[in-house]
């Protein structure tokens, strides 16, 4: 399986795109949460100019941050930097929607927006709306600014449910999820996507981001250099479940009796409840950031376990073959407390 990873933007981002260039990586990710995490169009060219082999992606960006020219031209700009090695994932903006205190957009409007970025960016014309006003628009670009020659990778987002999977399907693009370690969800997925494919022989490439803690002898499974490990994954989750709760509790009613009580807990330590109408200011600061260690208790072993991959190097290399066998093709992480080594320790696992 190959390996890639996801970070926010930050100052040096670039020396580490170079890092994972060095260490055979696969591709190399930034998220895109304008309110939570710096621009990825800007981080990723400072990445394109330090790099000349990794796959460079956007994870993930939405109709519901930026209209299609624009996203499209920030991708084929990347591209012009880059040729060949821009990857865009693309979803509803559940996150980044949530952390402006708002619903993520429709599959409808997300399948509109991927279809016309695939006709922007390679050269083509597409339809352009704003409000009953309707045009037809395309680069207008002269000389070497942007590049509709190399093609652009396009994987959408879904979590466990068809509709984005058929987005895909639709659209002919990947797919990318996030802390999803079921085997059988990923086999839902894959069908759903092959269902309402025109093309049945091809199979775009799958993306799995997960987080990853290799164990060393003797070490506890969820002691604390575990729970900092992972805890990014298991807190957005309960960020999202004490969002949701008063709103769309389906999710939350799914949690276990103490899954339900960290939801809780999390709400009082932020100082919210599941209807103020500005608790995404409090839920959602240093998203997928490392854990302050007073929230280590929030980390449930089941939560890791089911998100996160930690285990010995055999253990791990054994949940890894089964998500390869479920058509995972890539495994990206989300390293928060040490991105050099963790990076290294996922590249040597897997070589």
Partial sequence: MRAGVVVGAHPGVADLAVRAEELGLHSFWINDTPMVHGDPFVALSLCAKATSRIKLGIAVTSPALRSAPAAASGLASLNAL??????????????????????PTTAARLESFTAALQELCAGRSTEYREGDRVRDVRFLHAGAQVNTTDPIEFVVAALAGPKAAAVAGRRGTGLISFGLLDPTA???????????????????????????????????????????????????????????????????????????????????????????????????????GRIAADDRDLVLPSLMNALALVGTRDELLARIAILEQAGIDELLIQPVVDPPTEMARLAELLR
């Fill in 186 to 288: 990923w086999h839902a997925l894959h069908e759903a996507r092959r269902h309402a494919s025109q093309d049945a022989t091809r199979t775009p490439d799958s993306y799995l981001v997960t987080a990853l803690h290799l164990l060393d002898e003797g070490e506890d499974p969820h002691g604390d250099a575990a729970r900092d490990a992972t805890g990014h994954l298991v807190l957005s989750l309960l960020a999202f479940a004490a969002d949701t709760a008063a709103e769309t509790p389906a999710f939350a009613d799914q949690l276990g009796p103490a899954e339900r009580e960290a939801v809780r807990r999390l709400l009082d330590r932020r100082g919210t409840t599941p209807t103020a109408p500005d608790r995404h200011t409090k839920l959602y600061p240093d998203y997928l």
């Fill in 82 to 103: 880059a040729p060949g090695r821009i990857v865009c994932g693309v979803g509803t903006g559940n996150t980044a929607r949530r952390t402006l205190g708002m619903r």
